[in-house]
């Protein structure tokens, strides 16, 4: 039996479902049913316009954000997505603070609807601290489906943790390999 650890949080009979499908193989298959293409954001620079575009649009008004990358040594199995930080400096008699979004590398091939799941949760930290409910809602502002992203993505880990590291390409290809 597959461990649950991406799914510690969701009720047993969710767990079970999830489990019974990747035990019939079927996993990956439902997952491609939602979501059939990767994002197109390959480089930092790419993330960086994709984020801001989105903090544009719901956040204006929150801190700016100085740098945001993928981050290669950001472990996903730490269960962190992402990261946000804070980093304060004093200059001269004022108090800078730098703000930046790292994202985990493995989501450089994901669904669009994944990137943006994690994107909009560390953009709300810019607002929110805590995962309470007024974060959640922000959450929910930026991305009505973002609760339905986050199982997803969380499901999604759980397939690659059994399947030996499996990218979305190469879930992909193999499927298309089997309808071949």
């Known amino acids: 039996m597959t461990t649950m650890k991406y799914l510690s949080g969701y009720p047993d009979s969710l767990k079970a479902q999830v489990q019974e499908l990747l035990v019939q193989g079927r ?17 930092d620079k790419a993330l960086y316009d994709y984020v801001m575009a989105l903090k544009n649009d719901f956040l204006r008004n929150a801190d700016p954000l100085s740098k945001v990358a993928f981050d290669s040594k950001l472990q996903v199995i730490a269960h962190a997505l992402g990261t946000h ?30 990137l943006k799941m994690i994107a909009v949760h560390e953009l709300a930290h ?12 922000l959450c929910n502002y930026m991305e009505p489906q973002y609760h339905q992203y986050e199982f997803d993505l969380r499901v999604y880990l759980t397939h690659i943790d059994a399947a030996g590291k499996l990218a979305w390409p190469a879930l992909l290809a193999s499927s298309v390999t089997r309808a071949g």
């Open 27 to 43: 996993l990956g298959d439902m997952l491609l049913k939602k979501y059939r293409h990767a994002h197109a954001v390959r480089t």
């Open 85 to 114: 930080t804070t980093v304060s400096r004093v200059q001269g008699n004022k108090l800078k603070a730098k703000r930046e979004i790292r994202v985990a590398t493995l989501f450089k091939d994901v669904p669009a609807e994944f």
């Open 126 to 137: 810019l607002k929110e601290k805590d995962h309470d409910k007024a974060f959640y809602q």
